[in-house]
């Protein structure tokens, strides 16, 4: 068994739309995949704004790493109001958050998709 050590990755600036965020999860997804069986703590202490869109990007990472390379994955410092909407979107599934409901309808479902031709029929998009 291979003995798991607390591997420490931060964000020094919120993660917006834009080439260093996109550097920065680029980093973090080769950082996940050079390493096995880790604890990985994801500092978010810079962090009050975060895309929407980004979340899938960071679940890709997250889920990815998680289920092929046995990580534990735990965030700290994370902002009350990201949380909120990790919770509503259905994000929180990698933690062991209470799920919150979404009453005003604002925020986006978090789904991961099957990348097997069985499931092509959910990205199936015709034009007329």
Same mark, same amino acid.
């Given at each position: 068994?291979? @003995?798991? %050590?607390?591997?420490?990755?931060?964000?020094? =600036?919120?993660?917006?739309?834009?080439? /260093?965020? #996109?550097? =920065?999860? *680029?980093?973090? #997804?080769?950082?996940?995949?050079?390493?096995?069986?880790? @604890?990985?703590?994801?500092? +978010?202490?810079?962090?009050?704004? +975060?895309?929407?869109?980004?979340?899938?990007?960071?679940?890709?990472?997250?889920?990815?790493?998680? &289920? @092929?390379?046995? %990580?534990? *994955? /735990?965030?700290?410092?994370? %902002?009350? @109001?990201? =949380? /909120?909407?990790?919770?509503?979107?259905?994000?929180?599934? #990698?933690?062991?958050?209470?799920?919150?409901?979404?009453?005003?309808?604002? &925020?986006?479902? #978090?789904? *991961?998709?099957?990348?097997?031709?069985? %499931?092509?029929?959910?990205?199936?998009?015709?034009?007329?």
């Amino acid at each position: 068994m291979v @003995k798991q %050590h607390e591997i420490f990755f931060s964000f020094e =600036k919120n993660l917006k739309n834009n080439i /260093a965020t #996109y550097s =920065k999860l *680029i980093e973090l #997804y080769h950082t996940l995949n050079t390493l096995e069986q880790q @604890k990985i703590i994801l500092d +978010l202490s810079n962090i009050t704004f +975060l895309s929407a869109n980004l979340l899938a990007l960071l679940g890709c990472c997250v889920d990815s790493t998680m &289920t @092929k390379r046995n %990580h534990k *994955i /735990a965030l700290r410092n994370l %902002h009350p @109001k990201i =949380k /909120a909407v990790m919770q509503k979107n259905g994000f929180n599934r #990698y933690f062991t958050w209470d799920n919150l409901d979404d009453k005003y309808h604002n &925020t986006m479902n #978090y789904d *991961i998709f099957e990348s097997t031709t069985e %499931h092509l029929v959910d990205f199936d998009v015709t034009f007329c």
